[in-house]
């Protein structure tokens, strides 16, 4: 019998494989290294730094806010006089610190986080395979990934500051921001566009390694059926990357030819910009950016949420000791999803005037999308009826994950009807809705799967203690902060008042059930700095577990069934002792007749899986 389908007791003669390559510096070994684990390591850490600073500049907002024309304690004359004179955040500053933060948080951060870090850590170990399909092309993409981030750092202190004109980068406006300066090539919004083409050719990079791997390396016995869901949704979210993503570069292209080269592609003729007429050939369209911009932005909502959909129905089953329920339903769910994110863009442009038969079809698309969506978070929750539940910081961030994505979908049924959006189109309502799928949504599974895996890649357990002080706090400031801007939204608050809405004070619309509503400007914005505060015991755990978390005792400390935990702890080179083969579906917990209640992927029938200390010395 192999040692993958045995007891896995082994000697340090197992692991004379990993002698055999060569000796590496730690600059190869670790910085410029072509191994996936690695290479996943370095996006999470990255995208969890780009996470950390998009956090930061929502924080300064949320005082400009809260508190319009008072001095922003600590950080408000590290601004300079020019962005925040008498430190007092400018409207300037707000624009640019609103478009930074959309981009950071959605481009650098979640996207990188769930699909990049997550998927390239863990997807190749649940399919067997011995690295991903090409790693020269993947360690290409997270250096493209990292040049895009830098730069886009970098145009923060530019003389012209950072882009300024909302994370969506709507022409012409974006086309003739900042073009008064000598040199049009460093300003913030030139940077821009250059910092998207490198993120998404790193995504396209990516996605196309995702695609090959899955198709072409699982290992012997992992048929279709037998691939576990994360599998499935990084191969879903693979297509809409390479699918969407270059529409959005080709209109990131056609936008500095604009700036640069004095092209029309979005610049309408007449264009006054300063009180003269623009030098422009004109005749460009404003629409066909929005058209370009959205083909990309709602499927890249469920690039957004499918990692994170993907992470919790592994962390479910594992923690509930309960098959995941509905395992076909939820592939055919997925599939349908990422078909249907491709003909619903336009619902985030009624605004623009389309006729009543085109918005028809668009309300009725984006209808028909809830409908899979409701299949996979259905699916989750029956999961857990009658299972044995163990409570572990990660499962908490699970459980957690369903009403809070449940919640940022039924808010957003009411935008499918463009009746509706006239009314929420840029308001508060909106911010809610989307946070509430990406914040306490997505975040949280990804939370989830940084707990769940985190003993697989480091050989020790987070502290469960920091893990709660973590938990319970992020959960009550993230309804805190983004539930009253539902109430707002319906009030008629607009999304980008830099003083919150102050002009709504003496209106009929400034109360709610005899509450004004500028005071929950307040209530939110210390929501916020409460859910940084929140962060503190995650970060100090992330770290301080390395060296001195509770060492696991198996490589399979969970007693989970899917293939990575079949690994030496953490995985050396080659990821595997020996081939492995699969014999049974992803998610065998409690079979009728088994010894335990778990039966690993990589076990026959009738053997026994060792509890044991098992690769790890």
């Given at each position: 019998?192999?040692?993958?389908?045995?007891?896995?007791?082994?000697?340090?003669?197992?692991?004379?494989?990993?002698?055999?390559?060569?000796?590496?510096?730690?600059?190869?070994?670790?910085?410029?290294?072509?191994?996936?684990?690695?290479?996943?390591?370095?996006?999470?850490?990255?995208?969890?730094?780009f996470l950390?600073?998009?956090?930061?500049?929502?924080?300064?907002?949320?005082?400009?806010?809260?508190?319009?024309?008072?001095?922003?304690?600590?950080?408000?004359?590290?601004?300079?006089?020019?962005?925040?004179?008498?430190?007092?955040?400018?409207?300037?500053?707000?624009?640019?610190?609103?478009?930074?933060?959309?981009?950071?948080?959605?481009?650098?951060?979640?996207?990188?986080?769930?699909?990049?870090?997550?998927?390239?850590?863990?997807?190749?170990?649940?399919i067997?395979?011995?690295?991903?399909?090409?790693?020269?092309l993947?360690?290409?993409?997270?250096?493209?990934?990292?040049?895009?981030?830098?730069?886009?750092?970098?145009?923060?202190?530019?003389?012209?500051?950072?882009?300024?004109?909302?994370?969506?980068?709507?022409?012409?406006?974006?086309?003739?921001?900042?073009?008064?300066?000598?040199?049009i090539?460093?300003?913030?919004?030139?940077?821009?566009?250059f910092?998207m083409?490198?993120?998404?050719?790193?995504?396209?990079l990516?996605?196309?390694?995702?695609?090959?791997?899955?198709?072409?390396?699982?290992?012997?016995?992992?048929?279709?059926?037998?691939?576990?869901?994360?599998?499935?949704?990084?191969?879903?979210?693979?297509?809409?990357?390479?699918?969407?993503?270059?529409?959005?570069?080709?209109?990131?292209?056609m936008?500095?030819?604009?700036?640069?080269?004095?092209?029309?592609?979005?610049?309408?003729?007449?264009?006054?910009?300063?009180?003269?007429?623009?030098?422009?050939?004109?005749?460009?369209?404003?629409?066909?950016?929005?058209?370009?911009?959205?083909?990309?932005?709602?499927?890249?909502?469920?690039?957004?949420?499918?990692?994170a959909?993907?992470?919790?129905?592994?962390?479910?089953?594992?923690?509930?000791?309960?098959?995941?329920?509905?395992?076909?339903?939820?592939?055919?769910?997925?599939?349908?999803?990422?078909?249907?994110?491709?003909?619903?863009?336009?619902?985030?442009?009624?605004?623009?005037?389309?006729?009543?038969?085109?918005?028809?079809?668009?309300?009725?698309?984006?209808?028909?999308?809830?409908?899979?969506?409701?299949?996979?978070?259905?699916?989750?929750?029956?999961?857990?009826?009658?299972?044995?539940?163990?409570?572990?910081?990660?499962?908490?961030?699970?459980?957690?994950?369903?009403?809070?994505?449940?919640?940022?979908?039924?808010?957003?049924?009411?935008?499918?009807?463009?009746?509706?959006?006239?009314?929420?189109?840029?308001?508060?309502?909106?911010?809610?809705?989307?946070?509430?799928?990406?914040?306490?949504?997505?975040?949280?599974?990804l939370?989830a799967?940084?707990?769940?895996?985190?003993?697989?890649?480091?050989?020790?357990?987070?502290?469960?203690?920091?893990?709660?002080?973590?938990?319970?706090?992020?959960?009550?400031?993230?309804?805190l902060?983004?539930?009253?801007?539902?109430?707002?939204?319906?009030?008629?608050?607009?999304?980008?008042?830099?003083?919150?809405?102050?002009?709504?004070?003496?209106?009929?619309?400034?109360?709610?059930?005899?509450?004004?509503?500028?005071?929950?400007?307040?209530?939110?914005?210390?929501?916020?700095?409460?859910?940084?505060?929140?962060?503190?015991p995650?970060?100090?755990?992330?770290?301080?577990?390395?060296?001195?978390?509770?060492?696991?005792?198996?490589?399979?400390?969970?007693?989970?069934?899917?293939?990575?935990?079949?690994?030496?702890?953490?995985?050396?080179?080659?990821?595997?002792?020996?081939?492995?083969?699969?014999?049974?579906?992803?998610?065998?917990?409690?079979?009728?007749?088994?010894?335990?209640?778990?039966?690993?992927?990589?076990?026959?029938?009738?053997?026994?899986?060792?509890?044991?200390?098992?690769?790890?010395?």
């Amino acid at each position: 019998m192999s040692a993958v389908t045995a007891h896995h007791d082994h000697s340090h003669a197992d692991h004379a494989h990993e002698h055999d390559h060569p000796k590496q510096s730690f600059l190869y070994k670790y910085i410029f290294s072509t191994d996936h684990k690695v290479i996943g390591i370095q996006y999470g850490l990255t995208a969890m730094c780009f996470l950390l600073w998009g956090f930061f500049l929502m924080m300064v907002m949320r005082w400009s806010i809260a508190f319009p024309g008072t001095e922003m304690p600590l950080f408000g004359h590290l601004m300079g006089e020019r962005w925040a004179p008498g430190g007092v955040v400018s409207p300037e500053l707000y624009n640019m610190f609103g478009a930074m933060h959309g981009t950071i948080m959605v481009f650098l951060g979640v996207v990188p986080l769930g699909f990049a870090a997550f998927g390239n850590y863990i997807m190749p170990l649940q399919i067997g395979a011995v690295d991903m399909a090409f790693p020269k092309l993947n360690a290409w993409s997270y250096w493209l990934y990292f040049i895009g981030g830098v730069l886009m750092m970098l145009s923060f202190f530019l003389p012209t500051g950072a882009a300024q004109v909302g994370w969506t980068n709507y022409s012409p406006l974006a086309t003739t921001a900042q073009i008064d300066v000598k040199n049009i090539f460093f300003t913030g919004q030139t940077q821009w566009l250059f910092s998207m083409v490198f993120l998404i050719s790193s995504s396209l990079l990516g996605s196309v390694n995702f695609i090959t791997t899955i198709l072409n390396l699982r290992c012997k016995g992992m048929t279709w059926m037998r691939l576990p869901f994360f599998c499935w949704a990084m191969l879903v979210v693979g297509f809409l990357l390479l699918l969407a993503f270059p529409p959005l570069e080709v209109a990131a292209v056609m936008q500095l030819a604009d700036r640069l080269f004095g092209s029309s592609f979005f610049l309408p003729t007449g264009l006054v910009e300063g009180n003269k007429h623009l030098d422009i050939a004109g005749g460009g369209s404003p629409l066909l950016y929005q058209h370009l911009f959205w083909f990309l932005g709602h499927p890249e909502v469920y690039v957004l949420i499918l990692p994170a959909i993907a992470i919790v129905s592994d962390v479910i089953p594992a923690n509930i000791r309960r098959p995941l329920w509905g395992y076909k339903s939820m592939i055919y769910g997925v599939l349908t999803l990422g078909f249907l994110s491709f003909i619903v863009w336009a619902h985030h442009m009624y605004l623009t005037g389309m006729g009543p038969v085109v918005s028809t079809f668009f309300q009725i698309t984006t209808v028909l999308i809830s409908v899979p969506s409701v299949i996979l978070l259905t699916c989750l929750m029956i999961s857990l009826w009658g299972g044995s539940i163990r409570f572990n910081s990660a499962m908490l961030f699970a459980c957690a994950f369903l009403p809070m994505f449940g919640i940022g979908g039924l808010t957003g049924l009411p935008l499918a009807f463009s009746t509706i959006d006239l009314y929420l189109h840029d308001t508060y309502y909106v911010i809610g809705h989307f946070h509430y799928v990406v914040a306490p949504g997505t975040i949280f599974g990804l939370f989830a799967g940084i707990y769940h895996w985190y003993p697989k890649m480091t050989g020790r357990f987070m502290n469960e203690t920091l893990g709660r002080l973590h938990f319970w706090p992020s959960l009550v400031c993230m309804n805190l902060l983004f539930s009253p801007m539902l109430i707002q939204g319906m009030a008629g608050f607009h999304r980008r008042w830099h003083d919150g809405g102050v002009a709504f004070a003496g209106t009929s619309s400034g109360d709610w059930m005899g509450i004004p509503l500028l005071r929950l400007n307040e209530v939110m914005s210390f929501a916020a700095w409460g859910l940084a505060i929140a962060q503190v015991p995650f970060i100090l755990n992330l770290f301080f577990s390395i060296k001195g978390g509770k060492k696991v005792k198996s490589d399979n400390p969970w007693q989970a069934t899917t293939l990575e935990w079949a690994t030496p702890t953490p995985p050396g080179h080659g990821n595997f002792l020996q081939e492995p083969v699969v014999y049974r579906d992803a998610y065998d917990y409690s079979v009728p007749g088994a010894e335990t209640d778990y039966s690993p992927q990589w076990l026959p029938e009738g053997v026994k899986p060792e509890e044991k200390l098992t690769h790890m010395h």
